[in-house]
């Protein structure tokens, strides 16, 4: 604005006057695409390809006008491109750290000469120095892989898919760290950035990138990304953009985005609030104290980033502590740099991205489970799933000298019946007769559970990692005092020898040890900004976290588990496994004398699917680790949508490999199942 000193904010606002807008040119942009005919194909094993018969997407600018046309590509080119994939992976996994390192710093200086058209191509949402910096910050990641990440390998293939309003940056964000880490990648572009990408994947060829180590398909619409996810040679699909886009009133004709717009007086539960339209539309809310604010602001069903203007650093920090954001800026706003973790929170996403912990999504390590199948999904009625019916029996005990052992579950920190008040039988691993008695829980005690949990949850973080340590070294002790008690109980519960039983009576005994000395190891810290200011990242609880266990090595499995969970903050609600549950229910003894706060951790048993839908419904609980069905695990992608919980599912056959509970790398990979990171950011100046 010509006047603008002149005015005041208050006239500003009032006015919401646009200053002089930038003149900008897309000469280079214009001349790459004229090369291409304005029609980009597809970027397949290293080069472009337009598949005949193929319809074609016409591209608009934000004024309406025309860019180019994009190829639609249909199943038949992800059968091509995840071939081509897997030949690139075979090639770029092989090559040294070194080789892929240099490779990545080669695209520095060519992205030095082709940045403008680059960022012409991306509308300025994306400069060429942000990606610059993203390459220098993966090539360095790309040469230490061995290193600082030892035993983890990478993935396979990737798919990387966008929403339409997802632009380069958080996308190459996913892209950097998987081929860093030694996977192909396969991109999957929102419309708006098509062009762009298709381009950065020609350059990427030109540093020496293997043919088929980045492929980018573009689409028309998101019928396409199901096909991705379900080609069996891709490994691991990411997803990065909205998870719904909704506008809370109809969108201007031309379909241009809202003007500049503040809106005063709003109620926490306004559309505009919950689910803002997009454009810069600004809704201001008033409050009284800090913990006011807190609460408005923990409302909101997005967690991704927020930002405290404050003049008391002490405020702004403890602030920080209890906001449910990923990134918290400090007395700024939008600031970000690859070397810091970002972890969604709520509906804004469960992945991580940035910083080494961001690296791990795309490794694996050798104990890992298979992954899940990738193939169609299966045919089911969602509404049927966990309503079939068990032969639940009310014990009677006319001959108490016969009569099989009833057991009780764990709910708010007593050991107690199921609230329908049935039993379901436990057969002995030969499957005649009645070996025990359990309860049948179902919908009512995950409740009673759950309410118990979120009551004690907060009380549990703020011991600190002491205290933490020193409950599981309690648990570790009771389960030393009663080990002949569960050998025998493994060995009668699964069929294994007296001598093998011990071993993982042992093992679970040396693993809730593991877990105490783990409590205080990793705890965040602050890393070196190239930018003014200091930044530092800590892990967080989940909250209340829901665990279907594995039918393997039951007793190994739980406690291993349930030692992630409460190690890093979190409470838990166990449904043990339903063809060996006795191990489990016998644990409870264990917890009963332990130190552990009431309702941290709950124990119900139960027909396995019926427990899952009720976990699945559950709003509080906030994640979900199962093991069981390929319907199961369907059910719960299904269903974990609304609110968003993190899923880590484990398809159970007893025709494939299973996790090897014991692996002492299996540590590592749980204890990052179990936190979310946080950023903090501190401008100082």
Known sequence: ???????????????????????????????????????????????????????????????????????????????????????????????????????????????????????????????????????????????????????????????????????????????????????????????CTAPAALLLAQLFTGAGLPSGALNVVTRSDFSLCAKVAQNPSISYVTYIGNKEVIQSCSAPPSGAVYPPTLLCGTAPSSPCVVWPSSGPLLPVMSFRSNTEAVTLANHSPHGKSVSIWTEDLTLALETAKNLSFGSVWVNCHSVSDPCLPVCGQKDSGNCTDGGQEGLYQFLKLPSSSSPLPRSSPLSMDYTKFGTGTFPVIIPEYSDQANASKSYLQFVGGKACKSVSGCSLSVQPPGGSGVLAYCPDGGRKDVRNAVEAAIKVQSGWIKKGPTAHAQ????????????????????????????????????????RLSDWASYCDKIQGGTLPMPKSGSAYTLPEALGVVGVILPDKNPLLSMVTVLGAAIATG????????????????????????????????????????????????????????????????????????????????FCQNDEEEEKDWTHPSLLEEMWRNAVQWKSVWIPTA
Request: charged content about 15%.
């Open 1 to 191: 604005m010509a006047d603008s000193t002149n005015k005041s904010v208050y006239d500003i606002f009032l006015s919401m006057e646009k200053g002089p807008a930038q003149t900008s040119s897309t000469a280079t942009a214009k001349a790459w695409l004229d090369h291409h005919s304005q029609a980009l194909g597809l970027f397949i094993n290293g080069k472009f390809v337009r598949p005949a018969d193929r319809p074609s997407c016409l591209l608009l600018d934000s004024k309406g006008g025309s860019v180019c046309s994009i190829v639609c590509a249909v199943e038949d080119d992800i059968s091509q491109c995840a071939s081509s994939a897997v030949n690139g992976f075979k090639s770029w996994s092989s090559r040294t750290c070194y080789q892929r390192a240099q490779v990545l710093l080669k695209l520095v200086s060519i992205l030095g000469m082709h940045g403008k058209c680059v960022s012409e191509l991306c509308e300025a949402s994306c400069s060429p120095s942000a990606l610059v910096r993203l390459l220098q910050y993966y090539s360095s990641w790309a040469q230490l892989r061995d290193i600082l990440i030892t035993n983890w390998r990478p993935l396979g293939v990737v798919a990387v898919v966008a929403s339409d309003d997802c632009s380069l940056y958080p996308l190459y964000c996913k892209v950097l760290p998987a081929l860093a880490m030694g996977n192909s990648v396969i991109v999957v572009p929102g419309q």
């Open 471 to 510: 409950s599981l070294y309690s648990l570790a002790k009771g389960l030393e005092a009663k080990r002949q008690d569960f050998v025998m109980s493994v060995s009668i519960q699964t069929g294994l020898s007296m001598d093998e039983a011990e071993k993982e009576v042992e093992l679970s005994i040396a």
């Open 570 to 649: 979190n409470a838990i609600v166990m449904v043990p496994s339903q063809k060996y549950p006795l191990p489990a229910l016998d644990f409870i003894q264990v917890l009963q004398v332990s130190d552990l706060p009431a309702g941290l951790v709950n124990v119900i048993s139960g027909g396995k699917d019926q427990l899952t839908v009720a976990l699945a419904n559950h709003s509080v609980i906030k994640a979900i680790w199962y093991w069981g069905s390929a319907e199961g695990c369907q059910y719960l992608q299904y269903t974990c949508t609304t609110p968003l919980k993190t899923l880590c599912l």
